[in-house]
Every structure is written in structure tokens, then in C-alpha cells.
């Protein structure tokens, strides 16, 4: 068993008990909100649960995939939702990583739609699988450890993944470095303040400390891309992907006899289609969609010396490469380019008044 000594969302280190399931304890952070693991499993315990078996049993099975055999048009028409929320924020197709990829469905159709894509993933069977079957870029690794040379990325995606890492602020951290100046990450993670969660307690069953170490609030979530660097982080609250059991799912159980389960399952078959885009807009479902970006860097140099936020970006890249060059350390990069920029906001009154 591992402890944690602090919230890595916000540092803090007053909790409180929420659940105690499977024999493990989930306690909830008292400064910002997140409900983490605490203690929890160790780091063989935890990857144990993806073997081959797993893969082959479980995950394919569950995306529809029997025996090795798939269907590409069929996952390019469930992927285009999520492909056409990332155009929104992303317009320009550029270079798209995905955190997690799993077998690479959702690369291969966004490569497919015109992105050029890349992945990583701790899985071997995954990565073969999506190496040697789909001819994707997909490396085993994990995201703080990435071997991308930063900064790379247009856009990152995370789904459903955050949940399960072991130092999730140090891979957003990595992730935010892979970014190049007005990247986008969007992510997706099941959300602690579900309606779901509300009507079925412990019994539901996104609780699962042995694999989610970390269940996240839209708050908690927001606190902890912004400590990972992120100056700006939207929860979309209309994603059209989502239906009314991906909105609220009573199936999503570890008890589905109980009584409450029974009680939830009767409300959302009797009224959930004429009200789940009421709790997504509420903030109630059962996944949190989250978009964060680095735009801020450029919007905040183009405040003072004026241009389009491209211009700024294009100039950001050029302060990173005067302070930090080609370091492989581009957190340190990052922090240095983002005190580089607050340098020039403070001293912009002084420069101004010279000029006159």
C-alpha cells in the first residue's frame, strides 16, 4: 500500500472520509474537492490488472472488437462527435497525441479525417495491437516520460484516463509541455458530482479505487490543469455525444439489485430522454469533458505588443528557444517562458511612459 501525503490538485493536506469500498478508503480533499485513494494500491498491484487476458477478454470485447475483427467506418461514425468538438477548438488539422490509446481506434480515425496522429500507452498488448493492425505511432510509455520532443502537438486528447495515473499532475505537466504555444488538451474522466453518483453512493461503480485513483470534480479538475500549467480550462456542458445512459447510467453498477439501483434505473427509463440535456447543462453527468489550452501565453503577450495571437505564439516560441533552447526538460522550459511573459507585463507601464 502506498499513502499519499498531500492533494496533488491543490497541495492540501486536510481530508476527510467518503467511502470505504473493496477494503480500500476514498477520502475527500477539503480544499478543493478531489476524492482520491488514500492509501492505495501499489504500482505492480495496479498495472496487474491490465494483462493480456484483459485485453482480449475485456477491453476489445467492450468496443466491439471479437476476435481481432473491426470495423473502421463503424468507429469513425462513434469517434466523430468527439472529432468534431476538438475542430471547434482545434480549426486547423495539425498533429493530434493521445495519451492512453489503447488500441487506436480513435487515432486511426482521426488520422482517417485528416489529423496526423500519434499515441502512447502502457499496455504491450494495446501497443502492438495498434502498431502492427492499425499502423499507428503508438509508443509503450508513459506520458511523464514521453518521448516526443516537445513542443510537438496541436492537440492532446486523454480519455478516461487521468483517473487511473499514479502522478497525474506530472503527466499533464509532460502533456502540457508536448503543446505547442495555443494547444489544445481535451480530456474526459468520470465526474465525481454525477447524478449518477448521487442516486447509487458507493455502489457505482466509476467508486473503484483499486483502478481510479482519482475521482474528479469539475472544480478539483479545473484546479488541477491550471497548477499543471494550463491558463485556461472550459467543461463543455453540451456534448452531443452523449445520450441518455452515457448521461446518467444506471447500469454502471457494482450492486444492481439493490434497491436504490432498482429506484434509479425505474426514474431514468421513465424520464431520463426528456431530461438529460437539463443534468449535462447542469453539470450533473456522469463523465466530465474538460477543454484546456495554452492560449493564454499568447493572448497575454499580444495584450501589450500588439498582433494576432498567432503572431504571439510564433514570438513565445521564440522566447522559449532564447531561454531554454532545445533543454529536454520543457517543463522548465514552460515555467521559465511563462516568467519571461510576466516579466514584460510588469514592466509595460515603465516601457510605455519611456516611449512617450
Not at 27 to 44: K, T
Not at 191 to 220: I, M, Q, V
Not at 234 to 259: C, D, I, Q, W
Amino acid at each position: 500500500m502506498v499513502g499519499i501525503p498531500c492533494c496533488p490538485a491543490c497541495e492540501g493536506n486536510d481530508s476527510r472520509h467518503r467511502y470505504t469500498k473493496f477494503g480500500l478508503r476514498l477520502v475527500q480533499c477539503r480544499a478543493c474537492g478531489l476524492v482520491f485513494a488514500n492509501p492505495r494500491l501499489s504500482p505492480e498491484e495496479i498495472h496487474q490488472r491490465y494483462s493480456p487476458d484483459y485485453f482480449w477478454k475485456e477491453y476489445l470485447p467492450s468496443l466491439g472488437v471479437h476476435d481481432g475483427q473491426y470495423d473502421l467506418p463503424y468507429f469513425d461514425k462513434r469517434h466523430g462527435t468527439m472529432l468534431a468538438l476538438i475542430k471547434r477548438h482545434a480549426p486547423r488539422r495539425g498533429r493530434l497525441l493521445e495519451v492512453g490509446a489503447g488500441a487506436g481506434f480513435f487515432l486511426k480515425s482521426a488520422e482517417r479525417a485528416g489529423w496526423e496522429v500519434a499515441g502512447v500507452e502502457l499496455s504491450g498488448e494495446a501497443v502492438e495491437f495498434a502498431t502492427n493492425r492499425l499502423d499507428l505511432d503508438v509508443r509503450l510509455e508513459p506520458a511523464e516520460q514521453m518521448t516526443f520532443p516537445p513542443p510537438l502537438f496541436d492537440v492532446v486528447v486523454m480519455f478516461d484516463v487521468v483517473e487511473h495515473l499514479l502522478d497525474p499532475l506530472v503527466s499533464l505537466q509532460r502533456v502540457r509541455g508536448a503543446l505547442r504555444p495555443g494547444g489544445v488538451l481535451v480530456i474526459s474522466t468520470p465526474n465525481f458530482n454525477a447524478l449518477t453518483r448521487f442516486a447509487l453512493g458507493a455502489d457505482w461503480a466509476a467508486l473503484s479505487p483499486a483502478e481510479h485513483l482519482w475521482n474528479f470534480s469539475a472544480h478539483s479538475l479545473d484546479r488541477m490543469l491550471r497548477r499543471a500549467g494550463f491558463p485556461s480550462v472550459t467543461v463543455e456542458r453540451k456534448y452531443r455525444g452523449f445520450g441518455v445512459f452515457e448521461t446518467m447510467n444506471p447500469r454502471y453498477t457494482h450492486a444492481p439489485s439493490a434497491l436504490r439501483n432498482k429506484a434509479y434505473n425505474a426514474f431514468v427509463c421513465t424520464i431520463g430522454r426528456v431530461v438529460f440535456r437539463q443534468v449535462q447543462r447542469a453539470g450533473f453527468a456522469d463523465t466530465l469533458i474538460a477543454i484546456a489550452n495554452s492560449k493564454g501565453d499568447a493572448l497575454l503577450f499580444s495584450t501589450y505588443y500588439g498582433g494576432s495571437g498567432s503572431d504571439a505564439a510564433a514570438m513565445l516560441v521564440a522566447a522559449s528557444a532564447k531561454i531554454g533552447g532545445e533543454a529536454s526538460a520543457p517543463a522548465e522550459v514552460n515555467f521559465a517562458r511563462k516568467t519571461w511573459v510576466l516579466r514584460q507585463w510588469r514592466d509595460a507601464p515603465q516601457r510605455a511612459a519611456e516611449n512617450r
